[in-house]
């Protein structure tokens, strides 16, 4: 029997992208990248658990906010090459702004505009300074 995972287009870098969206609205809340041992993960544990390419390790999502997401559900896009988290988000926020959803700004009349508001201040939750967890 062939593996779930095996079933994944993994890019050259052996990461998928992936779309967590809150299951009771469908707002997306962000998109971040996932390898093999992250989703085998995020689906063991109900829990979203990322690839960090900056920090190359394991994102346990929520690691450092509390700001956990739990796996409601997990789809397979088309193509094999994107997965969506349908998710609660735990604290309502999943943007290491300090806001509900990293997709905050909208383009209006030629530019951004900011719409959304910051819900709690990042040092407020981060302990240590900006950052993404």
Not at 26 to 36: D, H, K, Q, S, V
Not at 80 to 107: K, N, P
Request: glycine fraction near 8%.
């Amino acid at each position: 029997m062939k593996d779930w995972l095996d079933e994944i287009k993994w890019d050259r870098d052996g990461l998928v992208p992936a779309i967590a969206q809150d299951h009771k609205t469908g707002r997306i809340l962000m998109m971040a990248w996932m390898n093999r041992e992250a989703l085998a993960l995020t689906a063991a544990e109900n829990r979203a658990i990322y690839w960090s390419r900056s920090r190359g390790k394991l994102w346990r999502k929520g690691e450092e906010s509390g700001h956990v997401q739990k796996l409601h559900e997990l789809r397979l896009d088309c193509d094999a090459d994107v997965v969506v988290l349908s998710v609660e988000q735990i604290g309502d926020i999943a943007c290491h702004t300090g806001r509900q959803s990293c997709f905050y700004r909208v383009f209006e009349n030629g530019r951004w505009t900011v719409v959304d508001p910051v819900l709690k201040d990042p040092d407020a939750i981060y302990h240590t300074g900006h950052g993404h967890e």
